[in-house]
């Protein structure tokens, strides 16, 4: 029996050297002055590397303390005496320590609670520490990589933006005013692009003609794109008036002005007065004189009054002479100097109510092709289409689907490239200069999400990088708990061996490693 081993369970060690009487079960309160006496004698240590690596990591027990007192024989020789005894007050804090841990062999109590408190504890709290920071490290790498891609993400955007926009995005205040340089060619290419449309503006003209019974007379139907195809992007004074200005005194980057504001008339001056005496409005040459007199009623006399009928009021009306009106004022303000000034000298694209109107009448002849195309595909060759078409201009019979598809492709396109960013901000610029802050502030907003997203991401790796600092730390001193920890295990295997005869003694504590 002397020779089996003794095993004892790592978690019950304290409950085991009590109930063996090897410590009593006070021990701790005699503890707490043994704490006290170590505080203070570690206050004044010399310099030794091996005693700052026994302070480190843990909490001192009685064994660093055996190993201090031996350091402290070397570090502390010139104050021995002949009679062995040491005169220095380090030696003799620590010596005393040590003897205040030997009586009642305290030091097995408080060992075996650091033993059981280290594993129990200490251990696993260091490896749930390394494993948080571990994840914690992970989710600042995964925000980091998140930052980085939504920063690519919305410097893309800007890109796309100052793409649509016509712009590089380096100095973009210069660059859109270089762009207001290029909007009398976006005006001619739009311009060219209206051209194509001349086959669908008639079809559209003539369906609607023959649709509304108009027998010899067009319908005047989408007037601005017929301008345009007939007469090009001219000045709102040709369009208004149907002629020519001799000059035109164009007015740049002015705040855009009515239309027909030069034929507005004044309220003010135009208010009629009827306080006026009838009398006194008429000239002198024309007052009537109501007095003695008859009235001459030339050659008719009493009895020459004639009986009209209805066959000669008929007659009447059929001669040339009685329907010959002449029309002496079309109502069109024309300035007598045929200058075209102001609004218009502005030309058809370049102001903002025509251009709508514009862009009303392609809406217009786009809604028509679509509803066309769909009555051709789902009415087809019907008998009632043919009925109804049959008296049609060869004009309005001879389109197919195919065409009707190639008018709607061609218009779709030409709407697209008057509602383009470009074109309508570079209009909007021109028509209020304080405009361009706004598109620029605006594009730029994403420049500086871009930068926040960037700042983020540094702050996340900034984290990342104390993280891997801190479980780095937590990994140093996880491993150094678990060397102290079997050493201690040995350390106090070998004093409790001493206790029952040198039989080997196990403390059975597991796998330390996998803690």
Not at 334 to 350: F, H, Y
Request: hydrophobic share 35%; aromatic share 6%; charged share 30%.
């Amino acid at each position: 029996m002397d020779e089996l081993p003794i095993d004892i369970q790592g978690q019950k060690l304290v409950d085991w050297l009590a109930d063996r009487r090897h410590i009593r079960r006070e021990w701790q309160d005699e503890a707490l002055t043994i704490r006290k006496q170590i505080s203070h004698a570690i206050q004044d240590m010399p310099e030794n590397e091996e005693i700052a690596k026994l302070l480190a990591g843990s909490y001192i027990n009685y064994f660093h303390c055996i190993r201090i007192v031996q350091i402290l024989k070397e570090t502390e020789i010139a104050s021995k005496n002949i009679f062995g005894r040491y005169s220095s007050q380090r030696m003799k804090d620590w010596q005393e320590v040590v003897r205040l841990y030997e009586k009642d062999r305290l030091f097995l109590g408080e060992c075996a609670s650091f033993l059981q408190r280290n594993i129990s504890y200490e251990i696993p709290a260091l490896k749930k520490q390394i494993h948080k920071t571990a994840q914690s490290e992970e989710e600042c790498s995964s925000k980091a990589e998140s930052c980085e891609r939504k920063s690519r993400e919305m410097m893309d955007k800007y890109r796309v933006e100052c793409g649509k926009l016509g712009v590089k995005g380096n100095d973009l205040q210069t660059e859109f005013v270089q762009l207001m340089q290029e909007l009398p060619s976006l005006f001619q290419s739009l311009v060219h692009s209206i051209l194509d449309l001349k086959d669908a503006v008639t079809f559209y003209r003539e369906f609607v003609t023959f649709v509304l019974q108009r027998d010899g007379a067009k319908v005047d139907c989408l007037p601005l794109l017929r301008h345009l195809i007939e007469k090009g992007n001219t000045t709102i004074y040709e369009w208004r008036t149907g002629q020519k200005p001799r000059s035109v005194e164009a007015v740049l980057f002015e705040p855009e002005i009515d239309v027909h504001h030069e034929a507005a008339v004044d309220s003010a001056e135009a208010t009629i007065d009827f306080s006026v005496d009838p009398e006194s409005a008429l000239p002198e040459e024309l007052s009537l004189d109501l007095g003695e007199g008859n009235i001459d009623w030339g050659d008719v006399g009493e009895g020459e009054w004639t009986h009209v009928t209805a066959e000669d009021l008929q007659e009447a009306m059929e001669q040339p002479e009685m329907v010959d009106i002449v029309v002496e004022d079309s109502g069109v303000y024309v300035p007598e100097d045929q200058v075209a000034r102001g609004n218009d000298a502005m030309n058809l694209l370049e102001n903002k109510e025509t251009r709508g109107m514009v862009i009303d009448d392609l809406v217009e002849l786009e809604s028509f092709l679509n509803q066309r195309l769909w009555e051709m595909q789902h009415q087809g060759d019907t008998v009632l289409s043919a009925l109804v078409l049959q008296n049609a201009p060869v004009l309005v019979q001879k389109h197919s689907e195919d065409a009707l598809r190639g008018y709607l492709s061609l218009v779709t396109n030409v709407l697209g490239r008057f509602l383009a960013p470009k074109l309508s901000n570079l209009l909007l610029i021109r028509d209020s200069p304080s405009y361009l802050n706004r598109v620029v502030e605006s594009v730029k907003q994403k420049l500086k999400t871009v930068d926040n997203f960037k700042r983020k991401k540094l702050t996340w790796e900034q984290r990342q990088t104390e993280l891997k600092r801190e479980r780095a730390e937590f990994i140093e001193k996880h491993a150094l708990i678990i060397r102290r920890t079997k050493e201690l295990r040995k350390q106090l295997e070998e004093e409790i061996s001493k206790l029952h005869k040198n039989r080997a003694v196990n403390i059975m504590l597991g796998d330390i490693e996998s803690l």
